[in-house]
């Protein structure tokens, strides 16, 4: 289920003299399975734009079509789209409200008019998938700790069983065992179901371990797009619209600095240490 934008741009408060531009002529496409990283400062446009995706909000101008269906067309039906959209917003949890996490996560299932079998199935099988102990389906949704609120959030989302999806922030306010966890379940989710998944994060290291695709904003507009090493490699222009690199791209970049002949597309610890491992190797060789 690809999507393509096409031009789109957004106008908060159009017509009046509060009229701010937050997004502007906003183009690129992805492919069915990709994982793609939306990085960018606060006001940036990260969450205008993927509010675009399932049709939240409409673009002042522009086309944006889902499996080639325009979801800015007057006539299209949202609510299909959106069943196959699942957009995750930030802070996730502040929405929970039912009695009980079984509830919380039957929702939008529920919502979508199936059976009572076939939600108790898909409310276990999304607890199963995010990592939550069926044994807190009747706990209360509010006794829990954060990293597992947010797991329920994901859950209700995965319980639709959608085609993409797209997660604001998924880690903010999070400890860092919370991160790390709520982060490796989003990778297993992407690689075992297939689906497309975007991330938005202002994390560079998250973004760098996990998509394969990068859409960099910037005041409204895309600043830079491509692959992580592509993206990373521009550290320069990343630094001057305030965003930088991962640390180990630093690491790897006062290195080489010195003297010491690290590639500038290194992402990982594991990368940086063996090229590393090889100078070090060869300068005892000489």
Same mark, same amino acid.
């Given at each position: 289920?690809?999507?393509?934008?096409? +031009?789109?741009?957004? #106008?908060?408060?159009? !017509?009046?003299?509060?009229?701010?531009?937050?997004?502007?002529? #906003? =183009?690129?496409?992805?492919?069915?399975?990709?994982?793609?990283? %939306?990085?960018?400062?606060?006001?940036?446009?990260?969450?205008?734009?993927?509010?675009?995706?399932?049709?939240?909000?409409? &673009? @002042?101008?522009?086309?944006?079509?889902? +499996?080639?269906?325009?979801? @800015?067309?007057?006539?299209?039906?949202?609510?299909?789209?959106?069943?196959?959209?699942?957009?995750?917003?930030?802070?996730?949890?502040?929405?929970?409200?039912?009695? =009980?996490?079984?509830?919380? %996560?039957?929702?939008?299932? @529920?919502?979508?008019?199936?059976?009572?079998? *076939?939600? /108790?199935?898909?409310?276990?099988?999304?607890?199963? %998938?995010? !990592?939550?102990?069926?044994?807190?389906?009747? /706990?209360?949704?509010?006794?829990?700790?954060?990293?597992?609120?947010?797991?329920?959030?994901?859950?209700?989302?995965?319980?639709?069983?959608?085609?993409?999806? %797209?997660?604001?922030?998924?880690?903010?306010?999070?400890?860092? /065992?919370?991160?790390?966890?709520?982060?490796?379940?989003?990778?297993?989710?992407?690689?075992?179901?297939?689906? #497309?998944?975007?991330?938005?994060?202002?994390?560079?290291?998250?973004?760098?371990?996990?998509?394969?695709?990068?859409?960099?904003? +910037? /005041?409204?507009?895309?600043?830079?797009?491509? =692959?992580?090493? *592509?993206?990373?490699?521009?550290?320069?222009?990343?630094?001057?619209?305030?965003? !930088?690199?991962?640390?180990?791209?630093?690491?790897?970049?006062?290195?080489?600095?010195?003297?010491? &002949?690290?590639?500038?597309?290194?992402? @990982?610890?594991? $990368?940086?240490? $063996?090229?590393?491992?090889?100078?070090?190797?060869?300068?005892? +060789?000489?």
């Amino acid at each position: 289920m690809p999507i393509k934008v096409e +031009n789109v741009n957004f #106008i908060y408060n159009e !017509g009046t003299p509060y009229a701010t531009v937050a997004l502007e002529n #906003i =183009t690129f496409e992805i492919q069915d399975e990709e994982f793609v990283g %939306i990085i960018g400062h606060t006001g940036s446009g990260k969450s205008t734009l993927i509010q675009h995706l399932n049709g939240l909000l409409k &673009p @002042t101008s522009g086309k944006i079509y889902i +499996n080639g269906i325009d979801i @800015t067309d007057k006539k299209v039906n949202l609510k299909e789209i959106r069943k196959q959209v699942g957009l995750v917003f930030q802070y996730p949890e502040y929405q929970l409200f039912e009695e =009980t996490v079984f509830k919380d %996560i039957a929702f939008g299932p @529920t919502n979508l008019g199936l059976n009572e079998e *076939e939600i /108790k199935k898909r409310v276990y099988e999304a607890m199963d %998938i995010v !990592g939550i102990n069926r044994e807190l389906a009747d /706990k209360s949704p509010f006794e829990i700790s954060g990293g597992q609120k947010r797991r329920i959030a994901i859950a209700g989302i995965l319980a639709m069983k959608p085609k993409i999806l %797209i997660l604001d922030e998924p880690t903010a306010g999070l400890d860092p /065992k919370g991160k790390e966890e709520i982060l490796n379940r989003i990778k297993e989710i992407h690689d075992k179901y297939k689906m #497309i998944t975007i991330l938005v994060s202002h994390s560079m290291e998250e973004i760098a371990r996990f998509a394969n695709k990068i859409i960099v904003m +910037n /005041k409204g507009r895309i600043e830079l797009m491509g =692959t992580p090493r *592509e993206v990373f490699s521009e550290a320069e222009m990343l630094e001057k619209i305030g965003l !930088g690199v991962p640390q180990i791209t630093s690491l790897a970049r006062e290195l080489r600095q010195r003297g010491i &002949p690290i590639p500038q597309d290194v992402l @990982t610890i594991e $990368e940086a240490k $063996e090229h590393i491992v090889r100078y070090l190797r060869g300068t005892k +060789n000489v």
